[in-house]
């Protein structure tokens, strides 16, 4: 992984999305890590050439929270 991307993730995009399962959840800290990190969205972000990195830390929630419920991952309209 390029250690800017890594960066970003690290810093900018993985803490925001978190805090936002945590809210809308009402999960722990530590369950909503876990479930972000074991989830099929969460091997596309960490690939780099997927740029799933690139929707904002909300989209990635709703994109979480579709896979959480259904199964699949809904992408936004227009892109897979």
């Keep these: ?35 972000l990190y074991n989830s099929k969205l969460y091997e596309l972000l960490a690939d780099e050439d997927t740029w799933v990195w690139h929707y904002s830390p909300l989209m990635l929630y709703t994109m979480w929270k579709s896979e959480k419920e259904t199964g699949e991952i809904e992408f936004p309209e227009g892109q897979s």
């Design 1 to 35: 992984m390029n250690i800017k991307f890594n960066m970003l993730l690290s810093i900018a995009i993985l803490p925001k999305l978190i805090e936002i399962i945590i809210e809308k959840e009402h999960m722990d800290e530590i369950v909503a890590i876990e479930q």
